[in-house]
């Protein structure tokens, strides 16, 4: 299958990265977060995704939070997160980076997501730092046992990325023979900075997007389409 001139089939590769971001999950129904009816268009980050508008009003915080958990528990995997799965079951060498928090690629079946921007399943003591799963919705109750608010586990705006996955993801990439980058704007840093490990070794590389982003020239193949149908014709 040759799609816009890209003839290379994902199954001939041995290690490949898969990263992603909110473009991954737009097919399910869930918003991507600067496009056209954008989560951060509609709702300001500073008030509703950082430390310091938690530590202001944390039910404000949460209700968001709660908000984004139902719309995503409303929502199925789709096909693109699909074929990632199979790919990754079909070969544990695959790695899936993502900066989605919506966990649709475990729903899909991935058994490892570096989840560079935390989760909205996972929930940690703002006091004491236990990190637990969650999957309740409206998650209740918003406070730990020690009296302290649960906090959603989510890298936001000011917060430091977990150094642990970001080292992770920094050797996936060092090791890759194909880079698939999906459904990301390139905008957020450092995540956005994590392609040219392998841009840097001269591996293959792809980017699947409707647009073009600022990073599109740096691609093997840069692909103008959705991810479902992009990914399970390059499959
Ligand atoms: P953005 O909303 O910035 O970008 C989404 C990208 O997906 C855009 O480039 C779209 O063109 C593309 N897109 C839309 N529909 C698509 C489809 N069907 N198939 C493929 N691509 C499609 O989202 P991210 O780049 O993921 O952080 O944003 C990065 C981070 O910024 C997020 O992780 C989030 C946000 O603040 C946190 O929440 C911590």
Redesign the pocket.
Known sequence: MDVNGCNIRLRDFNRIVFF?????S??SGI?????RG???HQYN?EEF?CQMAFDRDPEKVWDFHDVRRARVAACEPNL?HRVIAEAQQGNPRTAVI????DGLLQRAGCRSVVE???SLWRVRCSREGIVREDFSVPFRPRRCSCGAYWRPD????G?MLDSGFLEAAMKALSECDLLVT???????YP??DLPHYAFARGVPSIE????L?IVSHLYTYSLR????E?LAALW
């Open positions: 992603t971001g909110a473009g991954l737009a097919e918003p991507t977060y600067r496009g954008g989560v951060w980050y995704a693109a993502t900066q989605n928090i560079l921007h935390g989510i890298v936001w705006f917060d999906i459904g990301t704007s390139a905008v957020v995540a956005a699947i997007n409707p647009e982003t389409g959705k991810a479902s992009t």
